[in-house]
């Protein structure tokens, strides 16, 4: 086949997207004639157009490439692409509406609220708690803020990232990640505890060597994790998911848990996550980013 990996992009996670689309092609060109396209270069669609992809590989972090832009452009021109469609691409990425479906499903998410510009909320649920951008990945844009001054600080910080923001209330527990690939048929791949000796698990945490680990199987009672993987489940078919995805969730110690993201491109570099878990699933990376292409061309073609 021959094959499209769509990296780089203009978003914030432009250097990661960067790293995951020289993995996926290295990975990929063992068994198809793969080409590496970045949409912010020059005659990106005419050279995308020549070239008749069998399939593109999305491996766009953020912004038009993991928002649905990108999605919807390639649908017009009748060209498979990986991963969920234009909509759940949409809604996962606004984590605001995202939530507002969480909540409407019963499904637990951080009490939140609405923030507009040059005004400081009232904050229900008291300090600590976290800004976040609605709209960004990596936790970028995000702070975990003591106090009113440090909110004015951090609602500063996020607004000039994103035009919606919201504040959301702080959970203390232990973070894990749960990855999904599949269509209809759902394949739950181990469960991730995340450990950082930094305050909030940020850019550097992910992406820098040794600024996290990887606990695998989680130090978590096996009943609370079976009920994440669960929530995981639910959480990826009412956002209209497809392909592959990653769910962050926090557990308290008494088992109560919230979903706090789904990542419908989270990243594919040597330090991510999803490799990780597919490595302790039995599925290498090759096989991992073969079997992601073969479910964008099956919701494609059914679709």
Known sequence: MKIVVLCGGDSPEREVSLVSGKSVAKALSKNHKVFKLDPVKKDFHKKLVRIKPDCVFIALHGGKGEDGTIQ?????????YTGSGVCASAICMNKIIMKKILIFHNIPTPEFVLVERKIIPEIPFGYPCVVKPASLGSTIGISIVENSSQLKTGLTKAFRLDREVFVEKFIKGKEITIGIIGNEKLQVLPPIEIRTSRKLYDYHAKYKKGGSQHVIPPEIDKKFLDKASDYAIK?????????????????????????????????????????????????????????????GLERCAKN
């Open 235 to 295: 959480t990826f078919k009412v956002l209209g998911c497809s392909g592959f995805a990653r769910m962050e969730i926090i557990i308290q110690e008494n088992g109560e848990m919230f979903i706090l993201d789904v990542n419908t491109v989270p990243g594919l570099t040597p330090l991510s996550l999803l490799p990780d878990a597919a490595r302790h699933a039995g599925i290498s990376f090759e096989s991992l980013c073969e079997k992601i292409v073969e479910l």
């Open 72 to 80: 919807g452009f390639l649908e017009t021109l009748n060209i498979p």
